[in-house]
Nanobody, 125 residues
Framework: QVQLQAFGGGLMQAGGSLRLSCAAS????????MGWFRQAPENAREFVAG????????YYVDSVKGRFTISRDDAKNMMYLQMNSLKPEDTAVYYC??????????????????WGQGTLVTVSS
C-alpha cells in the first residue's frame, strides 16, 4: 500500500510562489497517475494538476494553467507542485493523490484511492 505525505504549504502574499511536495512510500508509482487536488472551505474537492508517472504527461485545470507546474522525481518517489503568481482564490487545503489503476479520467475525485493528509495554502490579497 502506498502512503502519501504532502507538505510545503504556508502563507503567501498574492503574486508570490510556493512549492508543494508529496513524498510517497511503499509500492512503486511507475504504473500510476498522480494528481494534486485542493479543497477550499465549504467547496468540493477540486482537481488541480495530474501527471502520468511513467511518461510525465501532465494536465491542468484551466484556472492554474500557465501558473502551476506539476513534476515528479521517480528516483526519490517525490511529486511537486510549483505554484507561481498565486491568487487569493488559490487558498485551499492541497492534497496529493494516486489514481486507481482502472481510472479513466484526470479529474474525478472518486477515481483516486490513495490520499495524503493535505497541506494548507493561504494566499493573502
Amino acid at each position: 500500500q502506498v502512503q502519501l505525505q504532502a507538505f510545503g504549504g504556508g502563507l503567501m502574499q498574492a503574486g508570490g510562489s510556493l512549492r508543494l511536495s508529496c513524498a510517497a512510500s511503499g509500492r512503486t508509482l511507475s504504473r500510476y497517475v498522480m494528481g494534486w487536488f485542493r479543497q477550499a472551505p465549504e467547496n468540493a474537492r477540486e482537481f488541480v494538476a495530474g501527471i502520468t508517472w511513467s511518461a510525465g504527461i501532465t494536465y491542468y485545470v484551466d484556472s492554474v494553467k500557465g501558473r502551476f507546474t506539476i513534476s515528479r522525481d521517480d528516483a526519490k518517489n517525490m511529486m511537486y507542485l510549483q505554484m507561481n503568481s498565486l491568487k487569493p482564490e488559490d487558498t485551499a487545503v492541497y492534497y496529493c493523490a494516486r489514481r486507481a489503476m482502472y481510472g479513466t479520467t484526470w479529474s474525478r475525485t472518486s477515481e483516486y484511492h490513495y490520499w495524503g493528509q493535505g497541506t494548507l495554502v493561504t494566499v493573502s490579497s
